[in-house]
């Protein structure tokens, strides 16, 4: 199904569960099943998102690359530059290819700061310091 542009997300054919036997399909994937591609926000000097469709015809921003992030502080937010990307809870090697995903803990102009939201879903970086 790459003609839609997405990958698929849903139970393995190959593997075993229950019995032990092995799963046989009983049909082919639909499109409402498919998801979308992992986007890697990336950190650069200015922040920059692309539209993208959604389902129902909707359009979402994706970030696709951070130079800023609103930092809570108090009640309020501050927009703060990012200055380095420390470590990721998702995969170590984030932190190295400089990868931006929630739980991210990043460098600001304010001190270190853990990403609360997903950037590459909603186009923004929220922070709160750590």
Do not use: W
């Amino acid at each position: 199904m790459s003609q839609f542009g997405s990958q698929f997300h849903g139970k393995s054919h190959r593997k075993l569960k229950g019995n032990g036997k092995k799963r046989l399909k009983n049909r082919d994937k639909k499109r409402h099943e498919m998801g979308g591609y992992f986007a890697s926000t990336r950190l650069a000097a200015q922040n920059s998102s692309k539209k993208a469709r959604i389902r129902g015809g909707s359009a979402r921003d994706r970030m696709q690359y951070a130079g800023y992030a609103n930092l809570l502080i108090g009640k309020s937010y501050k927009k703060v530059k990012i200055t380095s990307i420390l470590e990721s809870k998702d995969n170590r090697n984030f932190a190295r290819l400089n990868i931006i995903t929630k739980g991210t803990v990043i460098d600001t102009e304010e001190g270190k700061a853990m990403v609360t939201n997903r950037p590459g879903r909603e186009g923004f970086i929220n922070a709160v310091k750590v």
